[in-house]
């Protein structure tokens, strides 16, 4: 079966920039999480889906980022007005919310540089 | 009262001794403890996992410890081997909420 998937893999930007990150969770999964993961550094949680909704935006470092989720699946991390410190890894993870655990499977995530 | 504190920030260990990584938590709605297993280049992947009703969890090598009084849970690699080398993180959730530590660098000496 299919796992997480992101796109793209690697992504150079100018400063200033917009730009667009995908997610494509494992179907049937309704929990969507965004990371983000500076070099060598922890998970910063960033933005919680469940379903269409966002309950949980807390982690979302400057009203440059957003992200949303269309038909319960694919999601979309938009940054705009790129900024040299916004170059990390963003890691998408998706859950099987209810059951006997909330295991996260991660996706291989997407290496962003900011030029 | 969100936070998981884990320590060692590194480890070097020797091929074939026993590693240890240690976590604490602070609150006690966390139901469930996750260990994941990140190789560089690559996103995390659950290694091992333990529910509080029980206070040790073996698989293979690894083993998790959960002292629920102390509210500290630990991972112990044996016999641990080169491959093994990659970070570690811990992590506390309750229902869809989940906390991670910032993480542990392992590396294994041939």
């Known amino acids: 079966g299919a796992g997480v998937s992101q796109s793209p893999s690697n992504k150079v930007t100018e400063k200033g920039k917009d730009v667009e990150l995908r997610c494509d969770p494992i179907?049937?999964?309704?929990?969507l999480y965004w990371y983000r993961q500076s070099l060598g550094q922890g998970l910063e949680f960033l933005i919680y889906?469940?379903?269409?909704?966002?309950?949980?935006k807390s982690g979302l470092p400057s009203d440059r980022f957003s992200a949303e989720r269309t038909g319960g699946s694919v999601s979309t991390l938009t940054i705009q007005r790129t900024q040299q410190e916004d170059s990390a890894v963003y890691l998408c993870?998706?859950?099987?919310?209810?059951?006997?655990?909330?295991?996260?499977?991660f996706g291989p995530g997407t290496r962003l540089t900011v030029t | 009262q969100q936070q998981v504190k884990q320590s060692p920030q590194s480890l070097i260990v020797q091929k074939g001794g026993i590693s240890i990584i240690n976590c604490a938590y602070e609150?006690?709605?966390?139901?469930?403890f996750p260990w994941y297993q990140q190789f560089p280049g690559k996103g995390p992947a659950l290694l091992i996992a333990i529910r509080p009703d029980v206070s040790e969890k073996k698989e293979g090598r690894f083993t998790i410890s959960f002292n629920k009084s102390a509210k500290q849970f630990s991972l112990h690699i044996m016999d641990s081997q080169p491959g093994d080398s990659a970070t570690y993180f811990c992590a506390a959730s309750f229902y869809d909420k989940i906390i991670f530590g910032k993480g542990t660098r392992l590396h294994i000496l041939p």
């Open positions: 179907s049937g999964h309704t929990a």
């Open positions: 609150n006690t709605a966390f139901d469930y």
């Open positions: 993870a998706s859950s099987l919310a209810g059951g006997e655990s909330y295991e996260q499977y």
């Open positions: 889906f469940q379903g269409n909704s966002a309950p949980d």
